[in-house]
């Protein structure tokens, strides 16, 4: 399994005057079975996009991702849902779904037409539910749960899709600390113990510097750097991503790299 | 974790009804089974009650010749085709709804919402006052009345321009651009049917205000007859849609990453819905508050998930106005009361009990 985009572009819709508003322009990346990939940039650089991009939900303007090499568009929406699942930033169901209804509406690229789902299916979203630690929570009111819960109820539905590939768009942007490390926690055994491969699109670098074993930095739509956590993760780099000026040094008693952003640069 | 964790499971197992634990099979089983009597009971019970009473031994006997026969006549003649239209209205107005809510992520919508019905109550209304000044019976298209045509007519003038509002920047529809632009054409095909009463006589008024409070008494069962393909085409869209609708009141994008053609299930559930509800108005008239009420009061019994409520929703919403229908034909008789005023009366206090349960 490897997920690759080549070359990829997007535009958003033009604008009165202005033309084609481009979001993303001429980006490439390799993402390697079993890695944990980090997606770093500033507000409007395009992560999202290019997640969506890579999950198949947009389609790029110029260039193309594959999987396998072989290319999202010749796949139906539910080949590329089977393989490849997204946990977006927020989700606001309109209707008050419990939350292992969320979780099988998991299993929905794998289920025919009209067929319901079925004791496998149940298996599977239980499974899922005990893997996030939210089994406790199945029959609870998905709205009523806070947010570190609806996160991992979310990530349960994810797992659901049984797929090779998990996109997270900020998992944990609205989550505080503890559920933070918690979120953490589950994304690494998930990667480690079921060889899930991750794409975590994030503002956290100190998530990404735990989590993350490379990171694709972008600015402005483009890939302003890309390699090991290591290799990119420097004060060098963090200046010209963000115009920030950081501490980046290696904690031990963590075992990763940290950043301690000291100021805006001038 | 360990904190909440603990909190969430030291809490009060959560209390049952509302969170069904069953499989979905067993829980749509049920429902149809349930709903599926009570609608069947509605249809069979209600053309019996009325003003004049009859019974229904009288009623199937074969002995007696069908001209000599009265309870027979009331009962197939002057009731059923009554009672069938208020099951299919009532069935097809709470199945749009569930679709539209749904769709657009709005427990509050209606399947007036888009303007759908508005614009098929100007096609009705144009009809009714011009009725004498013009050949309105050239109108008349294949089955229907020319009423019904011109508000078939209305209804997808009034969609496609919604329609092509809400796609007009790009191939997925804009929920919120359709909410917006059926909530606008609305109110100004409202000011256009205040328009075309005012210029109407006192007849013309009162057939207008008439049709617009709704009315089941079709005639016969060659009005039914003529809504039914419709009505038949709609239900054959709807048994696509719900799992996608499922997913389609995530959001477009939750709803995509798992699967789901987010631009064709739109088209789907819109043109679907669109649809049904025209046919429901243009054979009784805009009949409020059936396609809100229908599918909330099932959503509280059977849960929210959509492979259930359609089909609960299509069955309830059927017996819902059956017996709305038979309040108004018995509550006040020999007079009745417009039906459509006996289902505001109920879903107008009902949905501001939910507006206020939901704030």
């Given at each position: 399994m490897s997920l690759t985009a080549a070359g990829v572009s997007y535009n958003y819709g033009r604008r009165a005057g202005v033309g084609p508003v481009p979001a993303l322009a001429g980006v490439s990346l390799h993402v390697a079975r079993g890695s944990l990939a980090g997606l770093l940039g500033p507000n409007g650089c395009g992560k999202t996009t290019l997640l969506k991009l890579l999950a198949g939900v947009l389609r790029p303007a110029e260039g193309q991702v594959s999987l396998d090499g072989q290319p999202l568009q010749r796949l139906s929406r539910r080949a590329v849902a089977r393989r490849i699942a997204v946990v977006p930033q927020e989700t606001h169901p309109a209707f008050d779904y419990t939350a292992l209804e969320m979780v099988l509406m998991g299993r929905h690229p794998h289920l025919g037409a009209f067929a319901l789902e079925g004791p496998a299916d149940l298996a599977i979203a239980a499974e899922a539910l005990e893997a996030t630690g939210t089994a406790h929570l199945a029959h609870r009111n998905y709205m009523t749960l806070s947010g570190g819960e609806k996160q991992r109820v979310v990530i349960a539905s994810a797992l659901a899709q049984s797929p090779d590939v998990l996109l997270l768009d900020e998992p944990t942007a609205s989550l505080d600390l503890g559920y933070q490390l918690d979120v953490a926690s589950l994304l690494r055994r998930l990667n480690r113990d079921r060889g899930v491969t991750m794409v975590l699109a994030t503002h956290d670098l100190n998530l990404a510097a735990s989590l993350c074993d490379s990171l694709v930095l972008l600015r402005e739509g483009r890939v302003l750097a890309d390699g090991t956590t290591s290799d990119v993760l420097t004060a060098a780099m963090v200046r010209r991503l963000y115009d920030v000026e950081a501490d980046v040094r290696l904690h031990q008693e963590a075992g990763h790299l940290t950043v301690v952003p000291v100021g805006r640069r001038p | 974790m360990s904190v909440t964790d603990g909190v969430a499971r030291s809490g009060p197992p959560v209390a049952g009804l509302a969170l069904p634990r069953a499989s979905v099979r067993t829980r749509l089983l049920t429902a149809v089974g349930g709903f599926g009597t009570l609608a069947a009971?509605?249809?069979?019970?209600?053309?019996?009650?009325?003003?004049?009473?009859?019974?229904?031994?009288?009623?199937?006997?074969?002995?007696?010749?069908?001209?000599?026969?009265?309870?027979?006549?009331?009962?197939?003649?002057?009731?059923?085709?009554?009672?069938?239209?208020?099951?299919?209205?009532?069935?097809?107005?709470?199945?749009?709804?569930?679709?539209?809510?749904?769709?657009?992520?709005?427990?509050?919508?209606?399947?007036?919402?888009?303007?759908?019905?508005?614009?098929?109550?100007?096609?009705?209304?144009?009809?009714?006052?011009?009725?004498?000044?013009?050949?309105?019976?050239?109108?008349?298209?294949?089955?229907?009345?020319?009423?019904?045509?011109?508000?078939?007519?209305?209804?997808?003038m009034a969609a496609s321009l919604v329609y092509w509002l809400a796609t007009r920047r790009g191939y997925a529809m804009s929920t919120s651009v359709l909410l917006l632009?059926?909530?606008?054409?609305?109110?100004?095909?409202?000011?256009?049917?205040?328009?075309?009463?005012?210029?109407?006589?006192?007849?013309?008024?009162?057939?207008?205000?008439?049709?617009?409070?709704g009315d089941l008494d079709v005639g016969g069962f060659g009005a039914l007859g003529s809504a039914l393909p419709l009505v038949l085409v709609a239900f054959a869209l709807f048994a696509r849609l719900p799992s996608s609708l499922n997913l389609l009141s995530l959001g477009d994008d939750a709803a995509a990453a798992r699967g789901v053609d987010v631009v064709r299930a739109q088209r789907l559930a819109f043109f679907s819905a669109s649809l049904a509800t025209s046919a429901a108005v243009s054979l009784a008239g805009p009949i409020g508050f059936v396609g809100i009420v229908v599918p909330h009061l099932v959503r509280l019994i059977v849960g929210v998930d959509h492979r259930v409520v359609l089909p609960a929703a299509a069955l309830f919403g059927a017996a819902f106005l059956v017996l709305c229908d038979l309040v108004a034909r018995t509550l006040l008789a020999p007079v009745e009361i417009p039906v459509g005023v006996v289902t505001a009366m109920i879903g107008g206090p009902f949905f501001l009990w939910l507006l206020v349960r939901r704030g």
């Open positions: - | 009971a509605a249809c069979i019970l209600a053309p019996l009650l009325g003003t004049t009473e009859i019974s229904l031994a009288r009623v199937f006997d074969r002995s007696i010749p069908f001209q000599d026969n009265v309870d027979a006549q009331i009962f197939f003649v002057a009731r059923l085709p009554r009672v069938l239209a208020a099951a299919l209205v009532g069935s097809t107005l709470a199945s749009a709804g569930v679709v539209f809510q749904a769709m657009l992520r709005n427990p509050l919508a209606t399947p007036f919402t888009l303007g759908v019905s508005a614009g098929a109550s100007l096609g009705a209304m144009l009809v009714i006052v011009l009725g004498g000044t013009l050949a309105t019976g050239a109108l008349a298209f294949g089955p229907f009345t020319p009423v019904a045509a011109a508000s078939l007519a209305g209804a997808a632009a059926g909530v606008t054409l609305n109110s100004f095909f409202s000011a256009l049917i205040m328009f075309v009463q005012y210029i109407a006589d006192f007849t013309q008024v009162y057939r207008a205000a008439r049709w617009l409070m």
